[in-house]
């Protein structure tokens, strides 16, 4: 498995681009790194690219990253679009299901366009900086 993530417009747009298999204690690891991380608005908008990724997770891995999102970010309101392939369908759903709140909204799209146009974003630009994301982590790997 391989991410990575970046910070745009003053920390108000964080951009995440996942690559190869998923398992929990990656995901995990990845909302650790974040939650620290100073250049990340308190209430920034996510689009996290899982096109190209194969998940290796069960039902109560989603359930346990979901409560860890929600109980334990320093993150007081959130947005994410979450980018999927279809067969990632019903482990996204039940995601957004257990965090949808006042405060979180999480939806799974299916292309990129939806996802932007959604969060209303440029979805040109956001595909340019995700596949800037991607070249980076190939080069690094």
Not at 108 to 137: M, P, Q, R, V
Request: include cysteine; hydrophobic fraction near 40%; charge should be negative.
């Amino acid at each position: 498995m391989s991410n990575t993530y970046g910070i745009y417009n003053s920390g108000s747009i964080v951009l995440e681009y996942w690559e190869g298999l998923v398992r929990a204690e990656e995901l995990f690891g990845h909302q650790r790194l974040q939650e620290v991380d100073p250049g990340i608005a308190e209430h920034a908008t996510t689009i996290v690219d899982f096109r190209n990724v194969t998940f290796e997770i069960s039902d109560t891995d989603v359930l346990n990253f979901a409560q860890a999102f929600t109980k334990n970010s320093p993150c007081t309101k959130k947005k994410m679009a979450l980018v999927i392939s279809e067969v990632d369908w019903e482990k996204a759903s039940l995601y957004s299901q257990q965090v949808w709140s006042d405060d979180v909204e999480v939806i799974a799209f299916h292309s990129l366009e939806a996802a932007c146009a959604w969060l209303n974003l440029d979805s040109a630009n956001i595909e340019t900086k995700l596949l800037e994301l991607k070249n980076g982590l190939l080069t690094s790997a």
